[in-house]
Structure formats: C-alpha cells, structure tokens
Nanobody, 113 residues
Framework: QVQLVESGGGLVQPGGSLRLSCVAS????????MSWYRQAPGKQREWVAHILSTRATHYVDSVKGRFTISRDNAKNTVYLQMNNLEPEDTAVYYC???????WGQGTQVTVSS
C-alpha cells in the first residue's frame, strides 16, 4: 500500500525559506521518479518539480532558481528546499511518484508578512 507523508510546511515571510520532506512507503522508492505538486486556494493542482531515479531534475518556470528538489533513497525521502519565497507560493504542497498514484494529506505553506 503506497503511503506518502509530507511535512515541513508553515508560515514564512516573503523572502524566507522552508524545506519540505516527504517520506514514501509501499513501493520501490529508489526506482521511481518523485514529484512535488501544489494547490493554491481556488486553483487546480499544479506540478512544481520532479527528480528522476537518475537524479535528473526539472522545475516549473515560476520556481526555477528558487526551489531545489533532492532525494535520499536510504530514507525513502524526497525534499523540496524553497528559498526566496513569494506570496504566490502559498499553497498545499504534495509529493507523489512519477507517474502519480494515491495522494497524501499535503503540507500547508503560507507566505505572508
């Protein structure tokens, strides 16, 4: 049974940083790409970044240069380091495998002064 547990969200001022974590279980983590998505209030969920099993990474244009995705296969964990946060980054952040399966509960990120 696939399980995804996101954590690390919170309230941060514009320009601040957060690191999100996602612990995965129920599948062979090291063999799968992993993605981060986000869903802002009143908007559709959007893809933010992914990291493949080869550790190749890709980002949506709006976060390039500010966000960094990484993984620790020994811990079945994928991370999202978010720097220089903007109010537009406010959303619930979710991780998932590539391609996506069941969703976790997400973690709330709020960027506000």
């Amino acid at each position: 049974q696939v399980q995804l547990v996101e954590s690390g969200g919170g309230l941060v001022q514009p320009g601040g940083s957060l690191r999100l974590s996602c612990v995965a279980s129920g599948f062979i983590f090291s063999s799968n790409g992993m993605s981060w998505y986000r869903q802002a209030p009143g908007k559709q969920r959007e893809w933010v970044a992914h990291i493949l099993s080869t550790r190749a990474t890709h980002y949506v244009d709006s976060v390039k240069g500010r966000f960094t995705i990484s993984r620790d296969n020994a811990k079945n964990t994928v991370y999202l380091q978010m720097n220089n946060l903007e109010p537009e980054d406010t959303a619930v952040y979710y991780c998932n495998s590539v391609p996506p399966g069941n969703w976790g509960q997400g973690t709330q990120v709020t960027v506000s002064s």
